[in-house]
Nanobody, 126 residues
Framework: QVQLVESGGGLVQAGGSLRLSCAAS????????LGWFRQAPGKEREFVAA????????YYADSVKGRFTISRDNAKNTVYLQMNSLKPEDTAVYYC???????????????????WGQGTQVTISS
């Protein structure tokens, strides 16, 4: 079990960039696979990106591929989501998630993650 806190959200214009951070408490952070999800008003929670325990493998939703980059720093117990070329349709609450057993094969399903942060709002204006 791990506790997660997101930060870095805000309001930016289309075409701009944001970097989200998710800080985890506890030890053995490197044992957890990590993911980012988002949820817009009136829509279901959507998979964004995931990263393996070592950071050597990543997985992205088609809607963000080429624009977003997920990374992790196990020494700092932190996972990041670098978001570039932002679009109004990226507006959502962004959540990070962690699981000690999950592989990237199942990381697109939010129900497979046992630990979640409370989210950070990202708003992109046109």
């Amino acid at each position: 079990q791990v506790q997660l806190v997101e930060s870095g959200g805000g309001l930016v214009q289309a075409g701009g960039s944001l970097r989200l951070s998710c800080a985890a408490s506890g030890r053995t952070f490197s044992n957890y696979a990590l993911g980012w999800f988002r949820q817009a008003p009136g829509k279901e929670r959507e998979f964004v990106a995931a990263i393996s325990r070592s950071g050597g493998n990543t997985y992205y939703a088609d809607s963000v591929k080429g624009r977003f980059t997920i990374s992790r720093d196990n020494a700092k117990n932190t996972v990041y989501l670098q978001m570039n070329s932002l679009k109004p349709e990226d507006t959502a609450v962004y959540y990070c998630a962690a699981d000690p057993n999950l592989t990237l094969l199942l990381a697109h399903e939010s129900a497979n993650f046992r630990s979640w942060g409370q989210g950070t709002q990202v708003t992109i204006s046109s």
